[in-house]
């Protein structure tokens, strides 16, 4: 089965998906993107996984993907709806580099890498309350995570927190957080990537509130002190 078959992509999206592999296969070795180096592993576990949360993606909307790593999900999503505005965000300028890379290989438009934290992102005014989806896979606990997300979505946008098995203790950390930064849950989509026994959990918070002004706090202070 090709990767056609198994994303149910066009030929052109199928391209730009190999292209994209190829490059993440060459580049891994030089600098640490990822430990899943099988082909039909980077799929599901990349490339599959990520498109698991285009369903609550609209036309057109403007996305921040915080930690982004090597691209998951933001450009995957970008590939396969092009119409969506994303800012890739990472801590690690030597991901930044290969995401540029990725950028200008496959002549993708309407999306920008950029270096920083997000806790320092998300008090600057081009950022801050500005996107209608902020999302993020396998960054930090839910309480951490939507420090990190909150500031960035405007009141009326999503939060998607993509995480895997056993959420019902980070949900109970974290139903504080949520409500202190402005959230409240709107959907939980419990479901197993296809032909695998791997669990996978979404969360979907609404930003019902302005956050507050001293929200993010400084840098490394979200992940030592989550709010509970």
Known sequence: MDIIEKMNINENQAKLFNEYMQLLLEWNEKINLTAITQKDEIILKHFIDSLTISKYIQKNQRIIDVGTG???????????????NITLLDSLNKRI??????IDKLKLTEIEAVHGRAEDLGRNKKYRESFDVAVSRAVANLSTLLEYLMPFVKVGGTCI??????????????KRAIVELGGRIQKIDKFY??????ERNIIIIKKVNKIKDKY???AGTPAKEPIR
Do not use: Q, Y
């Not at 090597?70 to 969506?84: C, E, H, Q, Y």
């Not at 927190?161 to 974290?174: A, F, R």
């Open 216 to 218: 993010p706090r400084k």
């Open 70 to 84: 090597a691209g998951f999900p933001g450009i995957p999503l970008k590939i396969v709806n092009p119409d969506l």
């Open 97 to 102: 580099n290969f995401l540029n890379e990725v």
């Open 161 to 174: 927190c993509m995480k895997g098995p056993n959420i019902e203790k980070e949900l109970e950390e974290g």
């Open 193 to 198: 990537l296809p032909d695998s026994d791997i």
